[in-house]
């Protein structure tokens, strides 16, 4: 059996047994998703530069590249997540989002949005942390897309700060790698096959200081966007997975 092959039958595996995990605590979600990392043979670290504050909701924000950013960020902090509104008719996929209480957008439906932002809001106002990718699609890793403001209403109107990250994927020379990214009309199944083909890859995470909601969405999501872009220059990092 060949190294990927292998690599393919662990992640099979771990795709059947998530249901289970989804159920358990945030911090299963965390071990869980990190070793699903290492199983793709993507090594996590992070750069913290977190100000200290009271326990509380916070809305994390980062650009996105892959699905695989998902696992990133579930390794860094446990959290749930806004996503695509019909990735709940992935199959056991779909299932699996369901019991980790994915918050579904549907960015086509322009008049559901409101109702999403709340259900964001109130898990905020509950102390949760909510992760969301406001570019509403992938990027390749070498363009970027501007953050949307419409989620980050939810921050204001919870008057919960905003935690900016940035996330690069790197090869084994240090440099910009776009093999994990998922765009275009490339199917999951693709995406995943490449990615196990992939050696040495670091996803490199930068944890911004957190961004206090003001009054204004707008402005919130200019702050954040600035700080994620500065995830190029990110350094000394500590690995986590």
Sequence with gaps: MGATTARAAVIGLAVL???????????????????VLRC??????????RLQREP??????????SWIDVLVLSAV???SFVARADMLDWGLLGRLARRMRIIPIDRANLRALPDTVGVVRDR??????VAAFPEAT???????????????????????????VGIRYEDERGELCT???FV???????????SLRQRGIVARVRLAPLEEPGLCRRDLARRCEEAVRETRQVTSLAAVA
């Design 40 to 49: 793709l043979g993507v090594r996590a670290q992070v750069q913290d530069e």
């Design 184 to 194: 275009g009309a490339e199917t999951m199944g693709a995406s995943i096959l490449r």
């Design 138 to 164: 992938t990027w390749c890793g070498r363009a970027y897309g501007r953050l949307r403001p419409a989620m980050f209403q939810a921050a204001v109107d919870a008057q919960c700060p905003a935690q900016p």
């Design 17 to 35: 047994t998530a249901p289970i995990l989804a159920t358990r605590s945030l911090t299963m979600r965390q071990r869980y998703a990190r070793t």
């Design 124 to 129: 905020l106002a509950a102390g949760q942390i």
């Design 77 to 79: 902090a446990p959290s």
């Design 56 to 65: 509380g909701g916070v809305l994390m924000v980062a650009g996105h590249v």
């Design 179 to 181: 093999g994990p990214c």
